[in-house]
Every structure is written in structure tokens, then in C-alpha cells.
Nanobody
Framework: QVQLIESGGGVVQAGASLRLSCAAS????????MGWFRQAPGKEREFVAA????????YYADSVKDRFTISRDNAKNTVYLQMNSLKPEDTAVYYC????????????????WGQGTQVTVSS
């Protein structure tokens, strides 16, 4: 069973960049597809980005496409989310998630979750 710990959140101004990291332990990291999701106050958790086991395939929500980049380093058991040109509407708790097998984009398709990291973007 894999455990996930996110880091890298913070408070930034609009237009700034942040890089989130998610460190995995307790499983064979390269056998998991990984995803990033976010949840703003009063809203449902939504898909942000996902990456397959090798890093060769990535998927993005339309709202973050061309601004966010997901990547992974299987040697370090870590997945990253590089967030550029941040907007106030990106403010949310960001969660890392893992699933065995093929990459998916719906939160119910992921069985393992981190505790989340807060990202706040001020205008």
C-alpha cells in the first residue's frame, strides 16, 4: 500500500509560480499512475492533471492546460506539479493521488490519497 505526502504549497501573488511535490513510499512507485486534484472551499474535488507510470503520457484539465506541468521521477518516487501563471481561481487544497494500472481522471478512480497542501493565490 502506497503512502503519499505532498509539499510545496504556499501563498503567492497572481502570476507567480509554485512547484508541488508528492513523495510516495510503501509501494512500487513505477506501477502507479499518479494524479493531482484540487478542492476549493465549498466546491467538489476536481481533476487537475495525471501522468502514466512511465511519464510518457500526461493529461490536464482545460483550466490548467498550458500553465501547469505534471512530471515524475521514478528513481525518487516523486511526482511534481509545476504551476505557472497562477490565478486566484487556482486557490485550493491540492491532493496527490495514486492508482494501479492505467491513468484515469476521475477522483473516485484513485485509491490512495495524500493529506493535501494548501495553495493560495492573491490578486
Amino acid at each position: 500500500q502506497v503512502q503519499l505526502i505532498e509539499s510545496g504549497g504556499g501563498v503567492v501573488q497572481a502570476g507567480a509560480s509554485l512547484r508541488l511535490s508528492c513523495a510516495a513510499s510503501g509501494g512500487t512507485f513505477s506501477s502507479y499512475a499518479m494524479g493531482w486534484f484540487r478542492q476549493a472551499p465549498g466546491k467538489e474535488r476536481e481533476f487537475v492533471a495525471a501522468i502514466n507510470w512511465s511519464g510518457g503520457s500526461t493529461y490536464y484539465a482545460d483550466s490548467v492546460k498550458d500553465r501547469f506541468t505534471i512530471s515524475r521521477d521514478n528513481a525518487k518516487n516523486t511526482v511534481y506539479l509545476q504551476m505557472n501563471s497562477l490565478k486566484p481561481e487556482d486557490t485550493a487544497v491540492y491532493y496527490c493521488a495514486a492508482r494501479r494500472g492505467i491513468t484515469k481522471t476521475r477522483n473516485y478512480e484513485y485509491g490512495y490519497w495524500g493529506q493535501g497542501t494548501q495553495v493560495t493565490v492573491s490578486s
